[in-house]
């Protein structure tokens, strides 16, 4: 078992989603010690705060893998200047009930990728500003708000070589905060 697990939350359900995939290339750039497991988040009901008593089944499942792991990787599209709102809802769900936030304290990272010229740089800031709010300390520095174009991955999945160095150093720097906040 890897030292460091990383629930990754894709905030896209697209079939052939460029943030599934990124998600995915950015986990083969991690070193040997991480490992990364794409949670579910598209059978949870909406969010209703009448439910808190009694949770859906899928949203204990999403509580206990967020729990579990040591880390957290947002990956995220931009819908309209935000967060796509299926995203929110695991957001909201996995705070919930108020005390019991299976968020609070785990190091994230918050990446993206659009076809937008901005990349993801309003929706990771929304979703920044929500991630501060549940107490997650997330890395501020590199940023990465990726365009999606030819080359952005190579036929296995990896990262193209147009943003293999950028995003590698991204990594690294994932790695060492996700380490500085769990020792």
Same mark, same amino acid.
């Given at each position: 078992?890897?030292?460091?697990?990383?629930?990754?939350?894709?905030?896209?359900?697209?079939? #052939?989603?460029?943030?599934?995939? %990124?998600?995915?290339? %950015?986990?083969?750039?991690? @070193? +040997?010690?991480?490992?990364?497991?794409?949670?579910?988040?598209?059978?949870? @009901? %909406?969010?209703?705060?009448?439910? #808190? +008593?009694?949770?859906?089944?899928?949203?204990?499942?999403?509580? +206990?893998?967020?729990?579990?792991?040591?880390?957290?990787?947002?990956?995220?599209? =931009?819908?309209? &200047?935000? /967060? @796509?709102?299926?995203?929110?809802?695991?957001?909201?769900?996995?705070?919930? @009930?108020?005390?019991?936030?299976? *968020?609070?304290?785990?190091?994230?990272?918050?990446?993206? /990728?659009?076809?937008?010229?901005?990349?993801?740089?309003?929706?990771? $800031?929304?979703?920044?500003?929500?991630?501060?709010?549940?107490?997650?300390?997330?890395?501020?520095?590199?940023?990465?708000?990726?365009?999606?174009? =030819?080359?952005?991955?190579?036929? #296995?999945?990896?990262?193209?070589?147009?943003?293999?160095?950028?995003? $590698?150093? *991204?990594?690294?720097?994932?790695? &060492?905060?996700?380490? $500085?906040?769990?020792?």
């Amino acid at each position: 078992m890897n030292k460091y697990q990383i629930a990754v939350i894709v905030g896209s359900l697209r079939k #052939d989603s460029f943030n599934r995939k %990124l998600a995915t290339g %950015l986990a083969k750039l991690a @070193p +040997a010690e991480f490992s990364f497991t794409q949670v579910r988040i598209d059978d949870l @009901p %909406l969010y209703n705060q009448d439910d #808190d +008593a009694h949770q859906a089944e899928a949203v204990k499942r999403l509580k +206990a893998e967020i729990a579990a792991a040591q880390g957290l990787l947002f990956v995220t599209p =931009e819908y309209n &200047r935000s /967060m @796509p709102g299926v995203l929110k809802n695991a957001i909201d769900h996995a705070s919930r @009930p108020y005390g019991q936030s299976a *968020w609070a304290g785990k190091p994230a990272g918050v990446v993206g /990728m659009s076809v937008g010229a901005i990349g993801t740089a309003l929706a990771q $800031q929304h979703l920044r500003n929500v991630l501060a709010f549940l107490d997650v300390p997330t890395l501020g520095q590199p940023e990465a708000f990726l365009h999606a174009r =030819e080359g952005m991955f190579n036929d #296995d999945g990896s990262i193209g070589a147009a943003s293999k160095e950028h995003l $590698q150093n *991204w990594m690294n720097c994932f790695t &060492r905060f996700v380490k $500085q906040h769990t020792a």
